[in-house]
């Protein structure tokens, strides 16, 4: 099985990469440099050359207050992107593998979002996943949009390392207590993609570690499992001025990922102590 990897140079992206081989895949991790997927001739030329079975796309536009300054690059990597190698893998017989994200929910529902919830973002970089997700759906038949949230992991700098290496300058901390979410291990994300892949059960999911938190629980227990002592206060969102407004509840509910692949990931508890102890 053959499979390109969009943004593998990336957090999610390493393991991404590292979970296909594990498997004996064909890897081709394709980084900006070797495919930019906002440009349609560069997305199928390659595709048409390889011809891969599935093409797993991570990269991302990223920065959530950044993009309120600069909507167009944001729509163009996180919705021209998805539309461009969309078209490449329908006209090429691709399964694609779209990671989406929790900011295309306005945060306003008391509990969980379903899969069947209606999106309505309130920030750019919301507005431009959702657009990446609406021209995956409209464009193909076999796909899968997975959509996770607060992300940690081994290759890139997140929450967690933010959280490290601000314990380390020993002054108080101040998070935010008012925003709830999924805590998510890319390692964790990436079995649980390939493994969709597998089932051949296409749709839309959410997929992240069981149970949530707030950024300031989160936090606590980033302090606690690597024994840092620091001083730290919860704080309103209303404390920050965030170019960017962030949904209040963003917690995923992970139906029915356990019907397509027989189980539900870890406690997001677990899983931060296995990537600490690493």
Not at 10 to 23: C, I, K, N, S, T
Not at 32 to 37: M, Q, T, V
Not at 54 to 83: I, Q
Not at 248 to 269: A, D, H
């Amino acid at each position: 099985m053959k499979v390109i990897i969009t943004g593998a140079k990336g957090m999610l992206g390493q393991d991404m990469v590292a979970e296909f081989q594990r498997r004996d895949y064909e890897v081709h991790a394709a980084n900006h440099k070797s495919l930019d997927i906002t440009d349609i001739h560069a997305v199928r030329k390659v595709i048409e050359a390889l011809r891969p079975d599935v093409v797993v796309n991570c990269a991302a536009y990223t920065n959530v207050d950044k993009a309120e300054s600069e909507p167009e690059v944001a729509m163009r990597v996180n919705g021209l992107g998805p539309r461009n190698l969309a078209l490449a893998c329908e006209a090429t017989g691709a399964v694609l593998l779209h990671i989406s994200t929790d900011y295309v929910f306005d945060g306003e529902k008391e509990g969980p979002y379903e899969i069947w919830d209606t999106p309505n973002p309130i920030n750019v970089y919301g507005k431009s996943k959702l657009w990446g997700e609406k021209y995956v759906r409209s464009l193909m038949h076999r796909y899968f949009i997975v959509r996770t949230s607060w992300l940690f992991g081994k290759g890139g700098r997140n929450f967690v390392t933010t959280m490290l290496e601000l314990a380390k300058r020993g002054e108080p901390i101040r998070v935010v207590d008012d925003q709830w979410g999924c805590p998510t291990y890319t390692v964790d994300l990436a079995k649980a993609c390939a493994d969709l892949l597998e089932s051949g059960c296409f749709g839309i999911y959410h997929v992240t570690n069981q149970g949530a938190t707030t950024w300031y629980e989160f936090a606590k227990k980033v302090f606690e499992l690597s024994h840092a002592t620091v001083m730290i206060e919860p704080i309103t969102s209303s404390c920050l001025c965030r170019p960017a407004v962030r949904p209040k509840n963003s917690v995923l509910e992970g139906f029915p990922i356990q019907e397509s692949v027989g189980y539900v990931l870890r406690m997001w508890q677990l899983a931060l102590g296995e990537y600490l102890g690493e």
